[in-house]
């Protein structure tokens, strides 16, 4: 059914593809629901995280909602959770557009979308309409023309906005399409902002928990350290990785194109970026493993690797909500074939 679906898609240009999806997903989740395959979580795949219940361990990764316009479509595919924003203070146009690209030869994608957004207090109306029952995220960056000195001013903002009305949060200083964002990944420049943000949660009633997500172009070294310090200041967990500016072995034609590289190409780095922060972290502190995830095979080694949650963005792109399915009973097979009861018994045992 997907595959027609894709073909009518994948004729548009990706970034139209992308708006229609959104907005099928957004007015008739009622008909999602009909076309996707129902899901069966199995108790080996839930788990307790932060307080919230997972009925699985797949949600939707940030960048595909960014106003928080489809939350029950999301539901709808089967995932457990999703992801939504990257959320600005002020309402943005982003990059001029073209700027999302297939790179269907590499099952990857390239965007420079440049945090396109309606800005918080849109999100806020989507966010006050949800119904309860299913756990959103919410991702957090600065607006373009914010300087780095005042990034915490629009991270607080963000949070004082929709502190209440999302299950998390994420600080995103990891998008290689906002000039300089990436610097606030120094250690001089994030243990301050993270500790700032944190007392402003700290002072909302529900305590949401908030999670750093990194990039994978960091060093290896640079990772262990920043793990370290976040955990040691009361981050309460890491999504790793997001997109990628490394341009390795790519054969598609639109390889050459600027932004963040995501999907297959990204799948072995993410995977050893979870293993760093697993390590670094000796596995106190949860983990969301993102990156080319296509299989269940795929979000396995995630796990093994030191992730409690994975989540997807360019594999639904190519494979359609069918993958949530697919995952799930492929993690409950593969965990039985290695004599694992639940979940939680193989994060990390490659670590
Ligand atoms: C078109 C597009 C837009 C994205 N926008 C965001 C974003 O706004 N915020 C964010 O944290 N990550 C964003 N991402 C990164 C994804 O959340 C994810 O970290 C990355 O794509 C790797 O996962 P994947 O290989 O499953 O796509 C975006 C990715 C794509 C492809």
């Known amino acids: 059914m997907y595959a027609l679906i894709r073909n009518v ?26 076309a996707a395959p129902h899901i069966e979580a199995p108790a080996s795949l839930h788990q307790q995280i932060w307080g919230l219940s997972f009925p ?11 106003n928080a316009e489809a939350i029950p479509g999301w539901f709808a595919c ?10 600005t203070p002020m309402p943005q146009p982003g990059n001029p557009q073209p ?27 989507h966010l006050a309409q949800r119904r309860p029952g299913f756990v959103v995220g919410v991702n957090l960056g600065k607006n373009k023309w914010t300087p780095n000195e ?38 001089e420049a994030l243990i301050p902002l993270v500790q700032t943000i944190l007392e402003r949660r700290d002072e909302l009633g ?3 928990p908030v999670l750093v997500k990194l990039s994978p172009d960091l060093p290896d070294s ?20 997001n997109t990628t500016i490394a341009r390795n072995e790519l054969c598609s034609p639109n390889a050459g194109e600027s932004g963040g590289l995501s999907g297959r190409p990204l799948a072995q780095r993410s995977t050893d970026v979870i293993r760093l922060l697993h390590q670094a972290t000796q596995g106190t502190v949860p983990i969301i493993g993102c990156g080319g995830i296509f299989s269940a095979q795929d979000a396995y080694q995630k796990i093994r690797a030191g ?35 639940h979940v939680r018994d193989a994060i990390g045992v490659d670590a």
């Open 222 to 241: 640079a990772l262990t350290d920043l793990a370290k310090a976040l955990m040691t200041c009361g981050v309460d967990g890491f999504i790793a990785t």
């Open 150 to 187: 005042s990034a915490v001013d629009d991270y607080v903002t963000l949070i004082t906005h929709v502190g209440t009305l999302a299950d998390y949060f994420v600080i995103n200083v990891s998008s290689p399409n906002t000039p300089g964002l990436r610097d606030l990944q120094s250690e």
């Open 56 to 66: 699985h361990p797949v949600g939707l990764a940030a960048g595909l909602d960014k």
């Open 99 to 125: 700027r999302l690209f297939r790179l269907r030869e590499d099952q990857a994608l390239i965007n420079r979308m440049g945090f396109n957004n309606h800005g918080v207090t849109e999100m806020r109306k």
């Open 78 to 87: 089967g995932f457990s959770f999703a992801e939504v924003g990257t959320v």
């Open 307 to 341: 992730a409690h949650l994975v989540q997807v963005y360019t594999g639904f792109i190519y494979r359609g909500p069918r993958i949530v399915k697919d995952i799930v009973d492929g993690l409950d097979e593969l965990l039985r074939q290695d004599g694992y009861a």
């Open 206 to 208: 529900s305590r949401p």
């Open 9 to 34: 898609l994948f004729r548009m240009s990706a970034e139209r593809a992308h708006t229609t999806t959104l907005r099928l997903l957004s007015t008739c989740p009622q008909l999602v629901r009909l």
